[in-house]
């Protein structure tokens, strides 16, 4: 999981405003170029070669990061991602349908750019119950999923303010996300000795420097649940500072 700067938060939405955390969506792009049926055994095609005619085609736009997904004999996949989902769009205009020409090869490559389906797209809708008004409303109920499991949430971002260490606070961890409704139980399995021991202490990571933690949390009602769920796909967590600079990273 990776921390950056973000540079563009015009996309952003308030989490908690007394802990300075947003949620910045997930602005990605899936780029397939598609390579000759027939390849010229005398000049193979070079995936960063390619990847620098992709960025000459969104310049002056740049990705804010972009990685090999998938190298086939069929094509080549990338993975990029941009600052907003609005540049997402630019970006895709500007490289769907798109002619490659490499030095050296008779056939052009061809761009295709769809967009990039986050591990949340296929959540099922039908886990929260439906009220059937013959009683088992309450039996449901009981069986609507409720609580959230959550990892590489960033110690800091949720340690006292003043504080010299960087323990996150299992209160502030409620009231960030009681801004979708009551919560039940908060578990920080980080803040207690005895399984810290037992499991080496595996309860919390780095994230590029930045220590994580792991956390499980319970609403009194699943429909809070769901709120939660729909209101995190596909976002990134962000924290701005009192200087205006913001940093973000992803979570799982």
């Not at 907003?84 to 769907?96: G, M, Y």
Request: include cysteine.
């Amino acid at each position: 999981m990776t921390v950056t700067v973000v540079y563009d938060n015009s996309e952003a939405t308030e989490l908690c405003a007394a802990q300075h955390l947003y949620l910045k969506p997930i602005a990605k792009l899936m780029i397939n170029v598609l390579l000759p049926e027939s390849p010229e055994p005398s000049r193979p095609v070079s995936n960063w070669e390619v990847l620098d005619q992709l960025k000459s085609l969104i310049c002056p736009d740049q990705f804010t990061t972009v990685r090999l997904a998938k190298s086939t004999r069929d094509f080549i996949r990338f993975e990029g991602e941009a600052e907003t989902r609005s540049l997402v769009q630019i970006l895709k205009a500007k490289l769907h349908g798109k002619i490659i020409k490499l030095n050296g090869l008779e056939t052009d490559l061809k761009v295709v750019v769809t967009d990039a389906q986050g591990e949340w797209e296929h959540f099922p809708k039908e886990n929260v119950a439906t009220p059937m008004g013959d009683g088992s409303e309450e039996q449901d109920h009981d069986k609507s999923p409720n609580s959230i499991y959550f990892e590489g949430l960033p110690c800091k971002w949720f340690a006292p303010k003043g504080s010299s260490g960087e323990k996150p606070c299992e209160e502030i961890l409620r009231v960030v996300f009681e801004s979708f409704g009551k919560i039940k139980n908060v578990d920080i399995p980080m803040l207690d000795p005895y399984r810290e021991v037992i499991t080496s202490g595996s309860f919390g990571g780095f994230n590029f420097g930045l220590q994580t933690f792991e956390a499980f949390i319970q609403y009194q009602e699943s429909t809070d649940f769901l709120k939660a769920m729909k209101s995190l796909r596909g976002m990134k967590l962000m924290l701005k500072g009192d200087d205006g600079k913001a940093l973000a990273c992803n979570i799982k």
